[in-house]
């Protein structure tokens, strides 16, 4: 029998398995897909501060860094509304820090983070999809697909990113009714680390600096995204550039337009009989303040230091889990009523919102301390 097999080897759970790399544990980690692939497109994610540091002690971080143009910082946050009063921009030096954040490819993450896990020789076998999960008192089984078998444990970690594998666990879910549009822009000139968040009638747009370009995500309804995909590029670039108004110019070139569905999805409870969901699996936000990466990545470093302190006849009992769950309770909900509470703020244009709207970006903006306190929310996490 194992101590712990993770399912899934992404961000999430590959994390987890390099804070586990010095334990003396029985570790096993599944991932479907092949050895040094992808599952899906790139996307770019907006690390925060706090995950950089996580990143740093897992030795990911140096050898992301060292790939070229695949970790790009955020110096500054541009936030502002159309047709309202109302800006704040945040500054990394004013924080006396040295980014806001990072912006990084999730393909070029993934490459590290199986970089570093190969060099460990933690034993992460690819191309292995589990099947069910499903957990007693004694152990937990995880079935293996085709004819790779079962895997036994005293605790089955699971980061597949959907956790629909495990019994035991419900799933709750919120559509938005809406879709990110996403897509490369290319401007007239460097964008200095510069990012922008702007909230229009029509739903919030963001620009993340990226290597030599911008990364747009951008909300709207589905039958919007629809025109603006089959839009020709002068025509998309237009439209940006009417949305962001006077705070940005110099559209010069979009490439890769692509949308997914935008909603909430949380699992409640997050534990089961030797089980626990972890990472997208236990969350998946709207993302429209980048922290649902950062959320899961936070679940991965408690539980590592969790399972590192457990005896190991307490390994995936019942008292470790729930005291592990209840430990991360007070940053899961605040980060999922945070996000879900901006999701529905500035998505509705009604008066009567853009006015506190404007009112609380000035306040933000000219209260330092209010400025300071937001700022470490979007850095560290909200608790
Ligand atoms: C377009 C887009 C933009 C985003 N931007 C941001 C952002 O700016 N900031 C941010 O913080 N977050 C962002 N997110 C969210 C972020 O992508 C996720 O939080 C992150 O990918 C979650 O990592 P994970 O490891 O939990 O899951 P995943 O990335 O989904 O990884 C799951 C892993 O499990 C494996 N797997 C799946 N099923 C099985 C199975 N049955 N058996 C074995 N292995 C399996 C997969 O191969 C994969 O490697 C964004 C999401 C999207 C869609």
Same mark, same amino acid.
């Given at each position: ?21 010095? $334990? ?45 143009? !695949? ?51 933690? #034993? ?16 937990? !089984?995880? $079935? ?7 895997? /036994? !444990? ?52 963001? =620009? ?28 998309? +670039? ?8 006077? /705070?940005?110019?110099?559209? $010069? ?5 692509? @949308?997914?569905? =935008? ?16 990472? #997208?699996?236990?969350? @998946? ?8 990466? #950062? ?7 408690? +539980? ?17 889990? @729930?005291?592990?769950?209840? /430990? /991360? ?49 979007? =850095?560290?996490?909200?608790?």
């Amino acid at each position: 029998m194992h101590d712990v097999v993770i399912v899934g080897a992404g961000p999430v759970g590959g994390a987890l398995a390099l804070a586990l790399a010095d $334990a003396d544990l029985d570790v096993v980690a599944v991932d479907a897909r092949a050895a040094g692939g992808t599952l899906r497109g790139d996307r770019s994610l907006a690390l925060s501060h706090g995950a950089r540091l996580i990143f740093e002690r897992l030795a990911v971080w140096p050898r992301l860094a060292a790939v070229a143009g !695949a970790v790009t910082p955020i110096m500054e946050i541009d936030i502002s509304q159309a047709g309202g009063f109302g800006v704040t921009r945040l500054v990394a030096e004013e924080q006396g820090l040295p980014a806001l954040g990072y912006v990084v490819s999730y393909r070029a993450l993934q490459a590290a983070i199986d970089d570093v896990l190969m060099r460990t020789g933690i #034993n992460v076998r690819f191309g292995v999809t589990a099947a069910s999960v499903a957990g007693s008192s004694a152990d937990v !089984a995880v $079935a293996l697909g085709g004819d790779a078998g079962t895997l /036994r !444990a005293r605790l089955a970690v699971v980061a597949d990113g959907t956790g629909t594998a495990v019994t035991g666990i419900a799933r709750h879910q919120r559509d938005y009714g809406q879709v990110a549009l996403i897509a490369r822009v290319g401007m007239q000139s460097p964008h200095r680390g510069v990012a922008f968040e702007r909230f229009t009638p029509e739903g919030p747009l963001a =620009l993340l600096p990226e290597g030599d370009h911008y990364g747009l995500v951008w909300t709207m309804t589905p039958a919007k995204a629809e025109s603006m995909l089959a839009a020709s590029d002068d025509a998309f +670039l237009a439209a940006l550039a009417h949305h962001f108004g006077a /705070r940005v110019s110099g559209f $010069a070139r979009v490439a890769d337009r692509r @949308t997914f569905p =935008l909603r909430l999805e949380f699992a409640r409870p997050t534990v089961a009989p030797r089980s626990v969901v972890i990472g #997208n699996a236990a969350q @998946t936000l709207h993302p429209i303040a980048g922290q649902g990466f #950062n959320l899961g990545l936070r679940d991965a470093h408690e +539980l590592g230091q969790a399972i590192i302190r457990a005896p190991r006849d307490a390994l995936g009992g019942d008292p470790m889990l @729930t005291a592990f769950a209840a /430990r /991360r309770r007070p940053d899961r909900y605040a980060s999922i009523a945070f996000t879900h509470g901006l999701a529905r703020i500035f998505a509705t244009d009604a008066p009567l919102v853009r006015w506190p709207r404007g009112l609380a970006l000035t306040l933000l903006d000219a209260v330092p301390p209010m400025k300071k306190a937001f700022t470490r929310a979007m =850095l560290f996490g909200i608790s």
